[in-house]
C-alpha cells in the first residue's frame, strides 16, 4: 500500500508542466498518431483487396504482411535511415534526423500488423452481409463500406495494435530521429521511448521508470477511448 | 418488363439452368417452384442481373443487361430488390438497414452529411423509410438495434429494406422457409401490398400451399428445366407437364 | 602513442586566463561583427540548422545546451545535437548527414581527417579518465602512476574488468593503455558490455570489478555507486596516457555539397572564442568542473590542425 502511494507520489511530483516532459509526449504521439493514420488508410484498403478479390499474388503479399509482422523493428529503422540519408535515394529531401523519417518508419512498423488484423476482420464479415449490399444496389465501394462497417471492432483493434506497436518503438526511432532536444529542452525527435533510453543509459532508473509510467499510461488511455467511442457507435 | 431469355447457366461441369424463360411484369406475383437446390436461386440471380447468363439475353424493358456498359446496368440492377432465406441485416438500427438502398442511390457529399447526422430525418428519406416499415408492421422498432430482433421480425426489415428505395421488381429466395406462420403471414401480406402497387414481384419457394395463396402465376423448375409456366390455377389443376404432375402430387420426392 | 597535450596544466591554466585578458576585447569585437548588431544586418545563416554530431557521453554531461543556447541566440539558428557515440558520429559525418563532429578519439578523428572528410579541426577541450574500481582493489593498483602498469596488473590477476566495447572514445582510449601494456585483453574476467558508460559504471559496481571511465560520468554517479578512484588521470596529476582531449571538426563541403559548412564554421569559432571557452570553463556538475578549455593559447599549436605526427617533410599526408 505504501510503495504504491509512493510511486503515486512521485508520479504527482513529476514535471509535467515542464517543457521537456511536454514535448517528448507531443512528439511521441505526433509521430505515432499520424503513422497510424496513414497506415490505416493503406493498410484497410489492402485488407480488402487481399479478402475479397482475386489478384494476381495473392500469397505473396500475405506473407509479406505476416512477415513484416515479426520484422526486427531496428533492421526497419537502419533501411529507413539509409533511404533519407544523404547518401540514399531520398537524401535530397533532407529528411535525416526528422520527425518525418520516423513516422516513414514507424508507417513501415505498423502497417503489417494493421493490415493483418484488419484482414481478419473483415473476411469474417458474412458472406451473406455482403451479398444483401449488393442485392440493393450497391457497387464495389458501396460494399466496401458496408464491410468496413460491419469489421469496425475488429478494425478498431487493428488499429490499437499498431499504434502499440507505432508509440513503444524505441531502436528505429532512435536510429531515424537522433534522439534530438533542444537547448531549452524542447524536444525535436526525443520520444519517450528514446527519452527512457537515454536515462536508463545514463543509469538513471528512476527517471527512467518513471517516463515508463506515463508511456503505459498513454497506451492505455489511448485503447480506453477508441473502446468507448466503439461502445457509443459512433459510427453505427 | 423483366425477362429471361433462353438463358443457360453452368457451375463447372455441372449444368444448373438449362435454357429458361421466364418474365415478370409489374403488378404480379409469379412463384417459382421446385425442390429445394440451387437451380431456383440461380434463376433468381440471374433475374436481379448481378450474375451473367452463359447463353441467353436477359432484358429490362427491352434493354439488353448484358450488353451494355457498367454504369447503365448498375442504373438497371438498382430497379430490382431481393429478400433472401436469411435476413442479413447490418450491424446498425433498423431505420440504417432500411434507409441503406436510399442512401447509396445520393450523390457522395449528401450521403457524407447524412451520416454525420443522425439517420432518417431529412429529404423524405424518414417517409420512405416509415412507410416501408408499415408494409411490414414494424414501425414501432425503427431505432432498436437490428441485431436484437428475432428472426421473424428481421425478416419482416429485410423486407421493409429492399421495398423502401422503390423498385419495379422484387425478388424473393425462399423469404418464409424459416419463419413461423404468423411472420409468413404477415411476408406474404407485404407481398401482395407490393404486387398491387404496381411491383412484379417473382418469389421462390418450396411450399406449394404458399405458392397456390400467393401467386398470378407458376413456374415449375425441376432439374434445370422449366417444366411448366402458366396461370397459378391451371398449373395446380391441371399441369400439361407429367413430372409437373408428378411433383405437385407429392409423386417424385426430391 | 601520446596525445599531445602540455605536460604543466596550471601553466595552460594561467595562460588561457592571461589570453582570456588580451584577447578578450579583440575576440568580442570580433564576435560583435559576425554576429551582427540587430536584425537588419542578420548574417546570411539566420533561421538555419545546424546538425551536429557527438558521443553520448559528451551530450549527457549537459555542457553543449549551455554552449549551444547563446550561440543559437548569437545567430538565430537551431543546434541539433545528434548524440551517437563516437564511431556513429563521425560515421554520420562521412555519410553528409551532420555538418560538424565533436569527439574525443584523436586516432579517429586524424582518420577522419586523412580521408578528406573533415577540415578545420581544433582542439576544444579536455578533461581525463580515471580507472575505478571496488574499494577492496583485489588486483592492488591504487595510487599507481602508470596506468599502463595497472592495467598489465588487473590482466596478471585476472580481476574483473568492465569494457564498454563499442567503439566510443572511452572504449578506444581503453584498448590503447592495453596495447601499451602489451596485453590482450581476453578470458572470462574480461566482459565487453557494448553500453554506455552509466551502465558499465552500474555493471561494475555490481560485479565489483574494474572499468575506465570518463571523470565526468563517475563525478555525477559517484553517489549512487561504491566505486572509488584508484588511479588518477592527469588533472589530478595522473599519467597523460589517460589524458581525454576534445576535437570539433567540420565536415568538408568539396566532398558533401549539402553541409551548411558556414554555420559549421560559425560555431567553431564560437566555441572556441573566449566567450565559448569561458562557457566551458565554468561548467560544472555536482559542484565539480568537468571539462577544461584548451582551444586557446599565446604559444601556437599546430598539431591540433593536422592528424598527430604530420609535418610537410614526410612523405606521407
Known amino acids: 500500500m505504501t510503495t504504491g502511494l509512493a510511486s503515486l507520489a512521485l508520479l504527482a511530483e513529476f514535471p509535467f508542466e515542464s517543457v521537456y516532459v511536454r514535448s517528448i509526449i507531443y512528439v511521441s504521439l505526433y509521430v505515432s498518431i499520424i503513422a497510424v493514420v496513414l497506415s490505416t488508410l493503406v493498410s484497410v484498403p489492402i485488407a480488402l483487396v487481399v479478402g475479397f478479390t482475386d489478384i494476381p499474388g495473392k500469397r505473396f503479399i500475405k506473407s509479406v504482411i505476416n512477415t513484416g509482422m515479426g520484422f526486427p523493428s531496428v533492421v526497419v529503422g537502419l533501411l529507413v535511415l539509409f533511404a533519407v540519408s544523404n547518401q540514399g535515394p531520398l537524401g535530397p529531401l533532407e529528411l535525416v534526423f526528422t520527425k518525418e523519417a520516423m513516422i516513414m518508419s514507424q508507417f513501415v512498423l505498423a502497417t503489417p500488423a494493421i493490415t493483418a488484423v484488419s484482414l481478419a476482420a473483415v473476411t469474417s464479415v458474412e458472406e451473406n452481409v455482403r451479398d444483401a449490399a449488393r442485392s440493393l444496389g450497391g457497387t464495389r465501394l458501396d460494399v466496401a463500406l458496408v464491410v468496413i462497417k460491419e469489421a469496425r471492432y475488429g478494425i478498431a483493434t487493428a488499429i490499437l495494435a499498431g499504434f502499440g506497436r507505432a508509440i513503444s518503438e524505441v531502436g528505429s526511432v532512435l536510429i531515424v530521429g537522433g534522439n534530438i532536444a533542444g537547448s531549452e529542452g524542447v524536444s525535436k525527435t526525443r520520444t519517450l521511448t528514446t527519452a527512457i533510453q537515454l536515462e536508463a543509459r545514463q543509469g538513471r532508473y528512476e527517471t527512467a521508470m518513471v517516463l515508463g509510467g506515463v508511456l503505459v499510461a498513454i497506451v492505455l488511455l489511448v485503447n480506453a477511448i477508441v473502446v468507448r467511442l466503439g461502445d457509443d457507435k459512433v459510427m453505427g | 418488363m423483366l425477362r429471361a431469355d433462353s438463358v443457360s447457366l453452368a457451375y463447372g461441369d455441372e449444368t444448373v439452368v438449362d435454357d429458361l424463360t421466364l418474365s415478370v411484369d409489374s403488378g404480379e406475383v409469379v412463384a417459382v417452384i421446385g425442390p429445394s437446390g440451387v437451380g431456383k436461386t440461380t434463376l433468381l440471380r440471374l433475374l436481379s442481373l448481378s450474375l451473367e447468363p452463359d447463353s441467353g439475353r436477359v432484358t429490362f424493358d427491352d434493354t439488353d443487361v448484358w450488353a451494355v456498359d457498367e454504369d447503365e446496368r448498375l442504373a438497371l440492377r438498382r430497379r430490382v430488390g431481393m429478400v433472401f432465406q436469411e435476413a442479413s441485416l447490418f450491424d446498425a438500427s433498423v431505420a440504417r438497414n432500411v434507409e441503406y438502398g436510399l442512401r447509396i442511390r445520393r450523390q457522395w457529399r449528401e450521403r457524407f452529411r447524412e451520416q454525420l447526422r443522425s439517420v432518417v430525418r431529412l429529404n423524405g428519406t424518414a417517409d420512405a423509410v416509415e412507410d416501408a416499415l408499415e408494409v411490414v408492421g414494424m414501425t414501432e422498432k425503427i431505432d432498436q438495434d437490428a441485431r436484437s430482433l428475432s428472426g421473424g421480425e428481421a425478416q419482416r426489415v429485410s423486407f421493409a429494406r429492399a421495398l423502401a428505395y422503390d423498385p419495379d421488381v422484387l425478388l424473393l429466395d425462399e423469404p418464409t422457409s424459416d419463419l413461423d406462420p404468423r411472420n409468413t403471414a404477415v411476408i406474404e401480406s407485404a407481398i401482395e401490398t407490393a404486387r398491387n402497387s404496381g411491383i412484379g414481384v417473382v418469389v421462390a419457394t418450396h411450399d406449394m400451399n404458399q405458392a397456390e395463396r400467393i401467386a398470378d402465376r407458376v413456374a415449375v423448375l425441376l432439374d434445370s428445366d422449366l417444366t411448366e409456366v402458366g396461370p397459378a390455377k391451371a398449373v395446380f389443376e391441371s399441369p400439361e407437364d407429367e413430372r409437373t404432375r408428378k411433383f405437385i402430387s407429392g409423386e417424385l420426392v426430391y | ?317
Not at chain 3, 554552449?67 to 555519410?95: C, H, I, K, S, W
Not at chain 3, 563532429?101 to 580515471?130: K, P, T, Y
Open chain 3, 1 to 317: 602513442m601520446v596525445p599531445a597535450i602540455d605536460v604543466s596544466m596550471p601553466i595552460q591554466r594561467r595562460r588561457f586566463i592571461t589570453a582570456l585578458g588580451t584577447g578578450a576585447v579583440a575576440g568580442l569585437a570580433g564576435c560583435a561583427q559576425l554576429g551582427g548588431s540587430e536584425n537588419d544586418d542578420a548574417p546570411g545563416v539566420a533561421g538555419e540548422t545546424l546538425t551536429l554530431t557527438t558521443t553520448t557521453s559528451t551530450d549527457d554531461t549537459g555542457l553543449l545546451d549551455e554552449l549551444n543556447a547563446p550561440f543559437e541566440e548569437m545567430y538565430g539558428v537551431t543546434v541539433d545535437t545528434v548524440a551517437q557515440g563516437t564511431g556513429a558520429a563521425l560515421q554520420t559525418a562521412r555519410d553528409g548527414d551532420s555538418d560538424v563532429v565533436m569527439v574525443h578519439a584523436r586516432s579517429l578523428e586524424d582518420e577522419f581527417m586523412r580521408d578528406g572528410i573533415g577540415v578545420n579541426r581544433r582542439d576544444l577541450m579536455f578533461n581525463d579518465f580515471v580507472i575505478v574500481g571496488p574499494e577492496s582493489d583485489p588486483a592492488g593498483i591504487e595510487g599507481m602512476g602508470s596506468a599502463t602498469e595497472a592495467f598489465a596488473t588487473i590482466a596478471e590477476s585476472e580481476s574483473t574488468f568492465v569494457s564498454r566495447g563499442d567503439n566510443s572514445g572511452t572504449h578506444t582510449k581503453e584498448l590503447i593503455i592495453w596495447e601499451e601494456a602489451g596485453v590482450d585483453p581476453a578470458g572470462d574476467w574480461y566482459r565487453e558490455t557494448g553500453q554506455g558508460m552509466g551502465q558499465v559504471l552500474n555493471i561494475a559496481n555490481e560485479q565489483s570489478g574494474y572499468t575506465l571511465s570518463d571523470r565526468g560520468t563517475y563525478l555525477s554517479q559517484r553517489s549512487e555507486i561504491d566505486l572509488t578512484i584508484l588511479v588518477q588521470g592527469p588533472i589530478e596529476d595522473g599519467p597523460e596516457i589517460l589524458a581525454n582531449p576534445y576535437g570539433v571538426i567540420a565536415v568538408n563541403p568539396a566532398v558533401h555539397d549539402n553541409v551548411n559548412y558556414d554555420l559549421a564554421m560559425a560555431y567553431i569559432g564560437f566555441i572556441t572564442s573566449p566567450e565559448g571557452q569561458d562557457i566551458i570553463d565554468s561548467y560544472e556538475a555536482n559542484g565539480e568542473q568537468l571539462f577544461f578549455p584548451r582551444a586557446l593559447s599565446e604559444d601556437p599549436d599546430f598539431q591540433q590542425y593536422v592528424p598527430e605526427g604530420w609535418s610537410s617533410d614526410s612523405a606521407e599526408n
